[in-house]
């Protein structure tokens, strides 16, 4: 093996292979998110009982994944009369059917992590396709460091897989363009895995099956005589009749083909999900929710036509009742009610490291002006564009995992300044990536909570942002190790925002809300999502008391 090829392959495995470390230590040490156990326990529901009955929200694909590390967990049964709720179905299965939660929630999170690796591998595959080894490994640092990334890539979530399932049919139908007949469909299959994962990527299915019609159209083009499976070989020889044919019978020939792929690659995505609904539940039990309101107009109108099944239409209806509910937001320390326009650009200013913004922009501009790469801007730009812009609208203001794939298709499209013929660009570019990588390795294992060093680094991101972008309840067992360590003894208060069960942790403490507040003494431990909509009754007990320690960066530890 060349020595170039080897210090290559050297740098793919360091990068990925801290990536791993990162994950993994921090899946081990965090107790579970909010929307963890739900997920959790509905994917035991799936392979337990086969039914769609809990968080119909979310189409299954997700969740599936989750459930192939269940399986080797020795997860106890469920119990299919369980009355509650998904939330209290979560804690049932967590605290309360004699699981280990530690071991349980590492089984699920394990294949996400694994998932989150290989598509670092997509990243470094198709920057390389673009700009070569040079820019491989600038998309992939940039990818293996980014800490969003690492933080939702180490749960059992749905964010980084959609995103990494959307990337990849991007990928799968630029290389459609060389040869058609392997990859678009496969780009068929990679999009319909990412909507049966999340319905927000719903949104770049139009983009996605035109590209693929674009990317059939340029293989036609490049080999006009080629028909049938002949176009999937790249050593096709040319037909000297059909070349001569005249140009009107050729260009209808490419739209055809070029209809065909569109068509065939939506109708591959759509069969994906049905498969995806028919593993979980072969018969689709499925009764729709009473009182699920149905939106009037083009809204109501889409939902009505998605050919999916009705549990993946209903879930639609779902969230949009939720985007009709008012939330409470909290961005650079203001708490507000409602939503901004503006709070996710906002918030990725914050929580991207300072290098890795820089390259965003550069590459982005380079794919524009660069003839190399112009083509494949179509591919990237678009589509993250289009992603931001619907996520901006969106009625919940929780994080920057609502734009995880920026992070995907933006460190793709940084590669392209390794293009740049100008002898200080690929140092200057090094140097960014390599920022990334010391911003990334100073928060471990904070990841979650990670804010860039021009807003305080990870220590203040609580002073500008709150919920999943620094305390999503995912620290009960640092601090009980704290309260053990350093206040052994003392009387314990806690105000919590999370999905874990404080008492499983060793975590004796009482509610102050349920005494006079003057009653109240001693440690008092808020988590910092409460501190930033401190409401009326937490704030004049917070005003009387003295900030001492803090837990994991996302929760504060008060002397009163």
Known sequence: ??????????????????????????????????????????????TQQHSLRYNPEHPPLGKLIMATGLLFSGTNELDPAYPGSQSALGRHLLYESGNNPFRLLFAARLPIILLTLLFGLVVLVFARDLTGPAGGLVALALYAFSPDVIAHGSLATLDVPAAGMLLTAFWLAWRGRERPWRYLPLAGVALGAALATRANTLVAVPLLVLVAAWSMWHAQRAQPAATGLEAADAEAAPDPEAAAAP??????????????????????????????????????????????????????????????????????????????????????????????????????????PLGMLVLWAAGAVTMLFVPRVRAAAVYLLPVSALLLLVAMTGSRDYGTRYAIFLPLFLSVAAASVTLIRIRWVLPVAAVLALTVAVSSLRTFPYYLPYSNEAFGGTANTHLNLHDSNVDWGQDLARLSQKLKTDYAGEKIWLIYKGSGVPAYYGINAANPYAVPFEQVHGILVVSDSR??????????????????????????????
């Open 247 to 352: 140009p009107a019978k050729t260009v209808t020939r490419r739209l055809l083909f070029s209809a065909g792929a569109l068509i065939g690659t939506g109708l591959i995505a759509v069969a994906v999900v049905w498969v995806v609904y028919l593993v979980v539940d072969p018969h689709l039990r499925w009764t729709t929710p009473p009182r699920l309101p149905h939106p009037d107009g083009l809204k109501g109108l889409a939902v009505d036509w998605l050919p999916f099944p009705q549990a993946y239409r209903d879930g639609m209806l779902i969230q949009f009742k939720f985007e009709r509910q008012t939330f409470n937001g909290f961005l650079l320390g203001e708490a507000y009610r409602g939503n901004l326009w503006y709070y996710l650009p906002v918030a990725l200013l914050i929580k991207t």
């Open 1 to 46: 093996m060349p020595r170039r090829r080897l210090f290559y392959l050297l740098a793919v495995f360091a990068m990925l292979g801290q990536m791993a470390f990162a994950m993994v230590t921090t899946a081990r040490q965090q107790t579970p998110t909010i929307d963890e156990p739900v997920y959790v326990a509905t994917a035991a529901v799936y």
């Open 531 to 560: 501190v930033a909509l401190a409401s009326p009754r937490l704030k004049p007990l917070l005003d009387s008391s003295t900030p001492i320690d803090q837990v994991g960066y996302s929760m504060t530890i008060y002397r009163r």
